[in-house]
Every structure is written in C-alpha cells, then in structure tokens.
C-alpha cells in the first residue's frame, strides 16, 4: 500500500505523463519560434503569414507523417486508382499509420472509414467539402462501410445553441453530406444525442476512454481551463468513441479488432492523438489518420474558412449571384496595385485566394499549370481569374443542390438507422 503522499505524487506523475502520441505536441520537437504564432487546434484556425500555415512545421510539432510520393506510388499499386488531386496537390498532406491501412487492403483484411461534422450552421460551407469530397472518393476506391459522426452535443456544449437546435442542424447538414454521394448501403450517420442513448456499446467505449484520461491531460492536449464547463472536458472521449469498431455493433457485430482511417482536416488531430494514445490500453487498433490543409477565408490564407463569419464563406445554399458577388469583392487577390503593375510584375499565386481555392476545385492539372503561368506572368488579370473559380464553384454548388432536393426524409432515416451495411468481413 501506498502512503496517502506517495499515492498523490504518482498520481500528479500520472498526470503529467503525456502519451507517446502528443509527445512531440507538447515538447515542440525542436521547431523554432515561428511555429508559435500558427494556432491550430479544433475551434481556431490562425497565422500571421499571408501564405497561410507552415504545414511543415505542424507536422513536426504534432508528430505526423508528411504524405510522401513513396506513399503515393504504393497507394496507385494497390489500388489501381490514380491518387485523387486532394493527394496529387498536396491538399491531403499528412497522415498516421497509412501503410499500414493499404497493407491491410491488399491482404484483404477488412476497415472502415469514420469522419463526422460539428453541426453549427443551418448550412455547410465549400471547405466543409473538403473532407466529404475526398471520404466519398476513398469510400468508391476500397468499397468499405463509412460511420459519419454528427457532432450536435458538441455544438451544444460549445455554442449558444438549445439541444434541440444542435440536433436539428445536425439533420440538415447531414442532407448536405449525403448531397456528397455516399453509398446508402455502405453509409450510417449519426446523431451523438440520439446513438448514445441507444446504444450501450458505444456508451461503454465513452465510459473506457474517460477513465483512461485524466483531467491534465485533457487540459494539455485541448487547452481547457478551470471555468469550462465539464461536459466540454468528457467530450474528447465522445469524438474518440467511433474509432472502435465495437461502437456499431449492428455493422460490426462484437468485433473490436477491425481498425479505422480518418480522413479530416488536421485541426481535429488533437482528438485522434488523445485516442491513439488510449487504443492500446483498451486492446484497441489505433485509429490512422489522412489529414487535409484548410480551404482558406475569402479575405486570405490567415485562417481558414468558417462557418462563424458568413463574410468569409461560401456556403452550399449560396445563389449563383451570391457566389459570384461574394468571390469578386472579398476574395483576397494577389495581383498588382494597377493593371500596369499587374503587367509588368504579375501576380501571386501562392497568397491568392481565387488560385488557391482553384488548386481545390478544379480538376484539370493542365488547365491548372496554365492559369498558374498566366496569371503570374501578368497576361491574366485577377477579374479573369476569378471568372474561371466563379463558374466552377457555381456550378458545383448547384450540382449539390440539386442532388440535395432528392434527399427525402425517408432517405436521411435510412442512412441514419442503426444497420448491417453491405460489406465482406
Ligand atoms: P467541423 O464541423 O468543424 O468540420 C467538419 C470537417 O470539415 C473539416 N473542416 C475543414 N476542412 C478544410 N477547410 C476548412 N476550412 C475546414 N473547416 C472544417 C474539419 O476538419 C472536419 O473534418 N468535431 C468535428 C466533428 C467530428 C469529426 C469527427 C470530424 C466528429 N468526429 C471525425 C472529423 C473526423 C467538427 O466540429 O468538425
């Protein structure tokens, strides 16, 4: 037996023992001083730099793998599928434990995909696509089940928002998200405030990933402090939950072996760092991870776009006129002062949100390196370039639109009812 002391100091050592996964988090693995002003975690997304984040750093800072073109190859090999352009770009960038998931594929051992959405906003905006586009095309390449996760007591708990609201945001924007093209047979979505309450299982998860965390540790990897609320500090473990695949056990009977891959924006690696952490200790696969760049505001790559701050959004129920007026007065531009410094000088790419948002959308690669050289030699304007975004992003907006007027209730139901889904095991 331990003395009352002795039992306080190894608890307090306990505590301070930060997993092996936010270890290079917490010791900032020796980048410089530079990486400080980049604030990346689930709610903030911000840097000084008019080029936006320094990926790079982040990855040495959050201990992740940058996606390399050995990883890429391997990926085309397996597969067969040339890499999506999210992956070819860049936009997709880091990643935990991908090999291991595509050694798996080729052995024809089974995995599923988990991503989720914090509901929020009556609609989604075009970065919250992001994820969605990229999860759909791994969905149709690996023909595996995807668990989507709708957040609703989260925004609860973070927002001024009645539970009833969250969960009816929760419904709409899950119409945006089977907009996206998921596989009914291949798909579940779920709301947290009602899953939770129907299922034990996934309860049971929450309740394991609790006692393995302490308060220190949650303050250390997510910041909270002494004055937030207490369902903000258990929550982690909700978002942690779905990386089981015992959490569904009407898709995956009692099995706990069958490991995840999260495709996400990287601002919600500080959730999945905290459960790869915990996995082992619950006998658990840690959850890999395909992290994604953020879709910058239109006023620039200093944060990313959100839903919060209309101004700075394009958002799936946008007019063609909105999209339109929106792109041409706030869309930040990287082209000269005047037509004639533009000219002469050209423009710059790598802060111009028109270009930027292009490297995201449109597809050609071709078509893409040409704009690039016209427009930084000067021969192309920024109006001109803007007009190339404004069609494609019109055109894109209205295509989910359309696709959303044919999600009816009884469809969103079916995606949302707890149900075998039509994979091998
Ligand atoms: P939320 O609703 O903030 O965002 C939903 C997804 O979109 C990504 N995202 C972006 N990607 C690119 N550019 C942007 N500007 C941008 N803004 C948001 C997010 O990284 C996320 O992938 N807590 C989560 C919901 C959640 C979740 C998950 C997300 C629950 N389980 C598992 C990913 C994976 C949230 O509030 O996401």
């Known amino acids: 037996m331990m003395s009352g002391e002795a039992e306080s100091i190894e608890a307090k050592m306990e505590d301070l023992k930060v997993g092996e996964e936010n270890q290079a988090c917490e010791q900032g693995d020796g980048v410089d001083d530079d990486s400080k002003e980049d604030i990346v975690d689930p709610w903030n997304v911000a840097t000084s730099s008019s080029k936006g984040i320094d990926y790079d750093k982040l990855i040495l800072r959050f201990g992740s793998t940058k996606i390399d073109d050995a990883l890429l190859e391997r990926f085309e090999k397996i597969t067969g599928h040339k890499p999506h352009h999210f992956l070819r770009r860049g936009i997709f960038f880091s990643q935990r434990d991908v090999h291991q998931i595509l050694t798996r594929y080729e052995a024809k051992k089974p995995f599923f995909l988990y991503t989720g959405r914090g509901p929020s906003s009556t609609s989604m905006h075009v970065g919250h696509l992001i994820p969605f586009i990229f999860t759909k095309w791994l969905q149709d390449v690996f023909d595996v089940p995807l668990v989507i996760q709708l957040t609703d007591d989260e925004k609860f708990l973070w927002k001024d928002l009645k539970a009833e609201e969250a969960q009816k945001l929760g419904y709409e924007n899950a119409k945006d998200i089977i907009a996206c093209g998921f596989d009914v047979n291949k798909t579940f979505i779920f709301s947290d405030m009602n899953y939770i309450a129907s299922c034990p299982e996934f309860y049971r998860n929450m309740l394991k990933v609790q006692k393995c965390v302490t308060y220190n ?74 992290h994604s760049t953020f879709f910058p505001a239109l006023q620039g790559a200093q944060t990313k776009m959100s839903a919060s701050d209309p101004n700075s959004s394009i958002f799936l129920t946008d007019t063609p006129k ?80 359309e696709r959303r007027k044919t999600v009816t209730e009884d469809l969103l139901k079916e995606f949302m009812t707890p149900r075998k889904l039509n994979f091998k095991l």
Do not use: W
């Open 217 to 290: 540790q949650v303050k250390g990897i997510f910041g909270f402090g002494d004055s937030d609320c207490i369902g903000k500090i258990s929550f982690p473990a909700i978002q942690a939950s779905p990386s089981f695949s015992n959490s569904f056990p009407a898709i995956f009977g009692t099995k706990k072996d069958i490991p995840c891959l999260i495709p996400c924006a990287i601002d919600q690696d500080p959730y999945f760092r905290m459960t790869r952490d915990v996995a082992p200790r619950l006998g658990y696969p840690k959850p890999a991870l395909l």
């Open 322 to 401: 909105q999209i339109k007026t929106k792109i041409n007065k706030y869309a930040f531009s990287g082209g000269g002062a005047s037509v004639e410094e533009h000219r002469e000088k050209g423009g710059n790419c790598d802060v111009d949100i028109a270009y930027q948002y292009l490297t995201f959308f449109l597809e050609d690669d071709d078509r893409l390196a040409e704009l690039r050289e016209e427009y930084s030699s000067g021969r192309m304007l920024t109006g001109e370039l803007k007009k190339e975004l404004i069609t494609i992003l019109q055109k894109m907006v209205a295509e989910i639109q």
